[in-house]
C-alpha cells in the first residue's frame, strides 16, 4: 500500500450517511447461466466469530513461511497458491487470473461460492509486498481477514452478494505502477460488470493502529465508504471516516467509477521495512478489523446489493 497519511483529507460524516460473467474474474462455468434464483447450499444457522488464531496462522504462512512477496517473483507465486488453496478447502470456485507486468507474472486469486451471483460486492486485499519487507501488516493482514470472512460465510446467503479477491501487484514495480492486479482486474470487466458491480471493499493494512480508518479516494461516490461507517458504528467497533489519496485497490474501481471503500488501521513504524514481520503486528487489532469485515458481511442481502447499484 502506497503511504497514506499526507494525503489523507478528514471527512465530515454526520446523520448524512444514514439510510458472472468471466470477466468479473471466473472461468465460464455453469454459474455464469445461472438463473437469479439459484440456490446456494444450506446456510449455517448462525455467523460464527472471527478466529484471530487462524486469521494469525494466514499471517504467519505468507509473511513468515513465504516472506517478501516482490511481484512477479517465485515468493509472490507461492502466496498465490497458498491463497487459492485455503479458498478451494472451504468449498469456494477459484480461478486465478495471470496478467503480465515488469517483463514477468502476476496474478489475482478470485473466489465465490458455486450458484453466487454475477455481479455481487468485491471484497479483496492484495498479497504482495515490497523488496525487503515480509509484509505483514502489509498486507499478509488484509489477505487474513479476507480469507477468516471467506470461511465464515461460506455456504451462507451472504455468500450470494459477495467476491472475494486476492490482489497481486498492488506495490510500485519497477516499470513505476501501482495497484496493478486490481486495475487488471476492473479492465477485464468490461462495460456490463462495471455498470453492475455495486461496489469494492479494500482491506489493507489492517493490524496496527486504532480507531479503524474507512473512507474512500474521493474519487468515486462515497456509498461503500459510507455504509462501511455505519455498519461498524451500529457494532460499536472504533471507526473514523477519512478521505483519502488513491492508495491502495479501491483506487481502479473508483477511477472506473465504481463506489469504493477503503478498510485501513493507520501509519505504523514497520510500514514497507524489514521490520514489518508477524511478532510486530497487534493480533487484537487484526481480530478488530476481522471482525468489522465481518459486521458489513452478515448485512448483505438483495435489497442492500440494489441500493449499493442505485447509488453509483
Not at 483529507?9 to 460473467?21: D, E, I, R
Not at 493480533?283 to 458489513?296: M, Q, W, Y
Request: proline share 5%; aromatic share 6%; hydrophobic share 35%.
Amino acid at each position: 500500500m502506497r503511504r497514506v497519511a499526507s494525503c489523507l483529507v478528514v471527512a465530515a460524516v454526520a446523520a448524512a450517511c444514514g439510510p458472472a460473467t468471466p470477466n468479473v474474474g471466473t472461468r465460464a462455468t455453469a454459474e455464469d447461466h445461472a438463473s437469479e434464483e439459484t440456490a446456494l447450499a444450506p446456510s449455517q444457522a448462525t455467523i460464527g466469530r472471527f478466529s484471530k488464531k487462524r486469521a494469525m496462522k494466514d499471517v504467519r504462512k505468507l509473511a513468515g513461511d513465504i516472506g517478501v512477496r516482490v511481484r512477479t517473483t517465485r515468493a509472490e507465486k507461492k502466496g498465490t497458491r497458498y491463497i487459492a488453496r485455503r479458498f478451494r478447502s472451504m468449498g469456494y470456485n477459484v480461478n486465478v487470473q495471470r496478467f503480465h507486468v515488469d517483463d514477468g507474472v502476476s496474478h489475482n486469486v478470485v473466489a465465490w461460492w458455486p450458484g453466487s451471483r454475477r455481479y455481487p460486492l468485491i471484497v479483496g486485499a492484495h498479497m504482495d509486498s515490497v523488496p525487503d519487507s515480509p509484509g505483514a501488516n502489509d498486507n499478509a493482514s488484509g489477505v487474513a481477514v479476507v480469507l477468516e470472512n471467506a470461511r465464515l460465510f461460506a455456504g451462507t446467503p451472504q455468500a450470494e452478494w459477495v467476491r472475494f479477491v486476492a490482489f497481486g501487484s498492488e506495490e510500485y514495480g519497477t516499470d513505476g505502477r501501482h495497484h496493478v492486479g486490481s486495475e487488471k482486474f476492473v479492465v477485464r470487466l468490461r462495460d456490463e460488470g462495471r455498470r453492475r458491480l455495486p461496489g469494492m471493499v479494500s482491506v489493507d493494512m489492517v493490524a496496527d493502529g486504532r480507531p479503524l480508518i474507512v473512507g474512500n479516494s474521493g474519487i468515486a461516490e462515497d456509498s461503500v465508504a459510507k455504509m462501511l461507517y455505519r455498519d461498524l458504528k451500529q457494532e460499536k467497533i472504533g471507526v473514523t471516516y477519512q478521505t483519502t489519496c488513491d492508495c491502495s485497490d479501491n483506487g481502479p474501481f473508483e477511477r472506473a467509477g465504481i463506489p469504493a471503500g477503503f478498510m485501513y488501521s493507520g501509519e505504523e513504524p514497520d510500514y514497507h521495512s524489514a521490520s514489518d514481520t508477524p511478532a510486530n503486528l497487534k493480533p487484537k487489532d487484526l481480530e478488530r478489523s476481522g471482525r468489522a469485515l465481518r459486521s458489513v458481511l452478515k448485512r448483505l442481502d438483495r435489497k442492500r446489493i440494489v441500493r449499493l447499484r442505485k447509488s453509483g
